[in-house]
């Protein structure tokens, strides 16, 4: 089922239009699958990164924060199976030459049949049976389905021949598990605990669209949740995870809990290590899709590291003095995704209105101040110091161009929950007019208490 009320196509046009995102590489013709963050989003992905930091790791006692290197050892990537299994499946259409993932394919033909963890030669079938159409050309002419790995390879050293392979990372979360020890030796966390990380992650991904649903870089925000399966129970920190998975995304972020569900993954999609994988999926415009999954990983990873560095990663049980692997929980989301489903969320189109409900917490900017007109002078400076003070400790913003009309819709685009007018009255009675976005309804506020009004609305 799709969220058909809204338009992908409207949505990813506001989204260009006032500077939350643009196509990479523009002006040079561009580059697929790749988005630049204008002014706009740049602040509103701040916001979610903040927002997730706050409530995962300073708001909690079991999980500390690590940055890892984006550029790591090949070893890594062999012991955590990516360089043999991080594969797509790919087809080509021998006509026009489009390339195209198989699962996609067969998925926008077959009305959404899903056929993750399916063999190549299942897809084949599936593909020939149904003489599946290219989308580009009209023909039906696929080459077979095809592995291709989605590491990103880094030749170091700038001498040829002399140089030796790393990979850009696929994941964040190897970079928690390779310095698992280190964490156990350089703090006091005990068990259980987790490791979070925030940061860029890279894949080559080759389907087009959808904006920053699917990019080749993106930023991942992953927790390796580390317990002892003989004193925690896996089933009640797992749903201890959906809950707080589920009270971040619609009380902390506001979004509508009507277009999210959890989807079991089938014994066919989910991973051989993994006891139980569940996504947590919104109803984006082209239909429910993975937001953040969550997976019981067992100690699949560190033993492979251990196997692969030969570094023992056994931690102490003090109580019986035998060393054990922990096992392991990984709740793991795309801050990109995050970032999309906010803006399909919030976008509203009423009674020829555009307008972003961003809850006030994530939106951009809190306020925008405005002189009634540009070529007043002692509204333009009453505007402005009443601008600079609200800067000291909030996100506003300023504007003197155009009409009011002309800078209401600007701000209504970008979500700015209030707009605050100085009027000719504001030079006598030391109050402003205060238009709140989602009504359009308009208070007189005194100057003194706008900034412990805004502060409240928005924190
Ligand atoms: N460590 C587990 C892991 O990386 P994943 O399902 O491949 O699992 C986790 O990725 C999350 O990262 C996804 O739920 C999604 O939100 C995001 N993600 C994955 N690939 C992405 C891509 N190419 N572009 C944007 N976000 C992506």
Partial sequence: MKNTEISMQNVTALAKRRG??????????????????????????????????????????????????????????????????????????????????????????????????????????????????????????????????????????????????????????????????????????????????????????????????????????????????????????????KNSIWSFITEKIGINNKNLRWREHTDKERSFYSKKTEDLEYNFPFGFKELWGLAYRTDYDLSQHEKGSGKELRINNPQTNEKKLPHVIEPAVGINRIFLMILCDAYREEEGRTYLKLNPKIAPYKAAVFPLLANKEELVSKAKEIYKDLRESIMVTFDDRGNIGKRYLYQDEIGTPFCITVDFDSLSDDSVTVRYRDTMEQDRIKISELKDFIEKKTR
């Avoid at 290219?134 to 989605?150: A, D, H, I, Y």
């Avoid at 310095?179 to 990380?197: C, D, H, M, Y």
């Fill in 20 to 241: 939350f995102i643009y196509p990479g590489s523009e002006i040079y013709g561009g580059l697929a699958n790749t988005y630049d963050y204008g002014p706009v989003g740049t602040e509103l992905l701040r916001n979610i990164r903040n927002l997730w930091w706050e409530n995962f790791i300073h708001r909690r006692d079991d999980i500390v924060g690590l940055e890892a290197s984006l550029i790591s050892h090949q070893e890594i990537w062999k012991a955590s199976g990516h360089t043999s299994g991080f594969a797509d499946a790919q087809v080509d259409c021998k006509n026009c030459k489009l390339r195209m993932r198989a699962d996609h394919l067969i998925e926008d033909a077959l009305n959404g049949k899903n056929v993750e963890g399916l063999a190549i030669e299942e897809l084949d079938e599936i593909i020939e049976q149904n003489k599946i159409k290219c989308p580009n050309c009209g023909k039906s002419s696929w080459t077979k389905v095809r592995k291709f790995n989605l590491l990103f390879p880094v030749n170091l050293g700038i001498v040829e021949g002399d140089q030796s392979l790393a990979y850009l990372r696929g994941e964040t979360a190897q970079g928690m598990f390779v310095n698992f020890k280190n964490v156990i030796e350089s703090t006091r966390v005990k068990l259980p605990f987790g490791i979070a990380q925030l940061g860029k992650s890279f894949r080559n991904e080759i389907t087009p669209g959808n904006s920053v649903f699917r990019t080749l870089e993106f930023e991942q925000g992953e927790i390796e949740y580390f317990f002892d399966p003989n004193e925690s129970n896996w089933e009640d920190l797992f749903e201890n995870w």
